[in-house]
């Protein structure tokens, strides 16, 4: 058994110290100002804490009336997967479109300016970019969410989004560790399994890791997936061959190591939250990240005592607890001597629409990032309002169900009285033409080359009515289709805005 040198006051400020949790509502609950007050360090934001920025700085402003060093964490990669901007779609297009231009300046603009919009709300770690090499276009997760299949243009967007974001003071969570692209499952459901050798993970998955260590990313995020070749029993998160061994001493990387959430069913379903969190840390974890499903008081004093138990058995040792507790508490000095030098500014007034600095650089980075292809024949732009057929995949649960997507809205700005319908596998060729009527046609699909029924239901529209307009706001994987085919490489609102400027005509 360890033999304790700290006394259990610490000890559980410790085990609280390494927990980012979430909680429900646009306030904090007094349990969570009472467990900041105990030594509770870290807060996870998500889409349900956000009604505006500037509730958002009220909400974070009253987390550090308990203690001025908290860490305010929050899932904000842009694109598809925001929580800014939960309400209405992201304003910057997400890492797909910005590998695409393939213009680090403009990454590096990008970050820059959503850090802005995250310091003005009182957030100070990001849990992005995510650098991931899709390599998998069958990815069920990561998709749009990478910069793309190719590890060193990852790489390079990679670093510029970590110098926007640390720029402005605040932490990169580069992630998810050692790369989730070559998955066809989501780990939130069930754990993916790669089995790919030692040399292809260093000369894919690992490259864009590596750059953003050597940019100073203040921390890394883990992954839930089991890597046959550097562990074949336990996922990312729990190995120490990984954690330890590869992150830490090979790669050399001294920053904090959060962990996808552990409530997720890759870790759940398996280890449950409590063993699991003991085994993370174990393994070489700082923070453990819980609330995306579970975010009650119940479940962080579970951890902490999980944690607490498990020092006291030998199971943990307390040097690892307490060096864990050590990196936490380094990254909340280094995020709060960033907000000292920015004492003065008002909270929440920079985000306001079109007040903060490089306010519009969203929009001019999703125009660089549509690709549009006309078909045969001269390309007549829609001057009335259309209809458009929005044909709706499953969302994962890193993008959610919650935020807008596709066109309509934007066409209705344009062309008052667009009117719009969603489809899914069940819907036919002829229930679209029926609701469209004699109106034009913009079909919206999202990965199309992943669902046979969208690619079947797409080809008798535009079967039917050669003069559709189709916009593939996914992976741009399928050959394009109809009058006009615009790609936007993701799904964000401002995505939508460019392309309803394509499909009219007044695109810049």
Known sequence: MTTLVHGSDTLTRDALTVLQPGFEGTTA???LLRRIGEGLSSVGLFGRNVAGPEQLARLTAQLRAERDDVLVAIDEEGGDVTRLEVNEGSSFPGNYALGRVDDVELTR??????????????IDLNWAPSADVNSNAENPVIGVR?????PDLVARHTVAYVDGLQAVGVAACTKHFPG???TNVDSHD?????DVDLATLHARELVPFRAAIAAGTKAVMSAHILLSALDAHRPATLSPQILTGLLRQELGFDGLIVTDGMEMQ??????????GSVLAIAAGADAICVGGGLCDEGTVLRLRDALVDAVR????PEERLADAAARVRALAAWTQAHRARGAGSVPGAA?????APGADIGLVAARRALRITKGDGLYVPVSSAPFVASFTPVANFAVGDETPWGVAAELDRLLPGTESGSFDAEGTVDSVLAAAGERRIVAVVRDLHRHPWMTAALDGLVAARPDTVVVEMGLNEAEPRGALHIATHGAARVCGRAAAEAVVGTGA
């Open 29 to 31: 609950p007094d349990w």
């Open 109 to 122: 603009a990008v970050a820059r300016e959503l850090g802005r919009r995250l310091v003005a709300c009182g």
């Open 146 to 150: 990478s910069f793309g299949p190719d």
């Open 180 to 182: 989730h692209g070559d």
């Open 190 to 194: 069930a754990l993916p399994r790669i």
């Open 266 to 275: 890759a870790v759940a379903a398996t280890y449950g939250i409590e063993r």
């Open 313 to 316: 058995t030998g199971e943990l």
């Open 351 to 355: 985000v306001q629409e079109g007040t």
